[in-house]
Each structure stands twice: as C-alpha cells, then as structure tokens.
C-alpha cells in the first residue's frame, strides 16, 4: 500500500534525490530564482518551504537543522538575515512556480521556482492592478462630457450684424 506517499520520486534513488533537492534549495537561497523543470520545481517547493519557515524564529536548534539539509553556510546565513526579515510577517506561501514552456530538446515543461517577496515587478504589478478602475466608472466619467453641447448662436449673430 502507498500510504502516505504523496512525494515525487523524479526518476532517482533517495540519496540522488536528497542531494538533487538540496543543491537547488541552496541555489533558490543564493540567487532567489532559479530556471528548472516544473517537476522539479514542484519537488523543490515540498522541500524548501518548511526551511524557509524554520528561519522565521533564529537559533540553534533551527539553524542547525537547516545546516543539516543544505550542508552550505552561506546560505544558512541567507536564509537566517535578509530572507527572515522579508518573509517576518507572510503566513506561507514563500516560492513562486511561474511556467516558461516547453524544452526544446525533449519538450519537458520548463518554469523558473523565485521567493515570492524578492520580485519588485510582481510586487509593484500587483499593488497597481488592485487600485485600477472598473469599465462602469469610466462610461459615467465620460458620459457627462460628451453630453452638454451648447448651439453657437453668437457666432451665428456676430456674422449677421457685419
């Protein structure tokens, strides 16, 4: 029976697998995004997620059990200071997937994985498509305009009286 095992085995042994999700958690640290395929992708979000959370309360403990998964101090370091404070008051919901296509080679999906508050244009984007108008508002505002239409009479007297 197959209780409880929901993971994506990617075609690897345990080993191959763990060191697979864990050089890319690394790189996901390090550069924010990285270029992969959505299966890994999706692979990479189950693993990475529950340490990015880890680093929302700094000590020890959590240090070093991240350390025992990444196996980098540099991106511990990372993941600890300027990661933690951005991601201080989200909820979850750290990684982003966006999808890219398929390869050209053998037409695997393709997606880049990036930490969600590290995108300014997807941050910025956002904040200004909520604050946009509806069609409605924008029939009404010009609705008014158009309609007062003022005959020209005095003109039409100014060319009689000469």
Do not use: W
Request: aromatic share 6%; charged share 30%.
């Amino acid at each position: 029976m197959r209780h409880n095992k929901k993971f994506n085995h990617l075609s690897r042994t345990k080993s191959h697998r763990d060191a697979l999700l864990s050089n890319m958690a690394v790189s996901l640290i390090l550069h924010k995004r990285i270029f992969t395929t959505l299966a890994k992708a999706k692979a990479l979000r189950m693993y990475a997620e529950p340490l990015i959370n880890r680093a929302k309360t700094d000590n020890m403990a959590n240090r070093r059990l991240v350390f025992s998964y990444l196996q980098s101090k540099e991106a511990v370091k990372e993941l600890f200071g300027p990661i933690a404070v951005k991601i201080a008051e989200r909820p979850g919901g750290y990684t982003r997937i966006l999808k890219t296509g398929n390869r050209l080679g053998d037409n695997a999906k393709t997606c880049f994985i990036e930490l969600v508050d590290y995108n300014e244009a997807m941050l910025k984007s956002g904040k200004d498509s909520k604050a946009g108008r509806t069609r409605r508002s924008r029939r009404k505002a010009a609705a008014p305009v158009a309609a007062p239409a003022e005959p020209e009479l005095p003109a039409a007297e100014e060319t009689k009286a000469e």
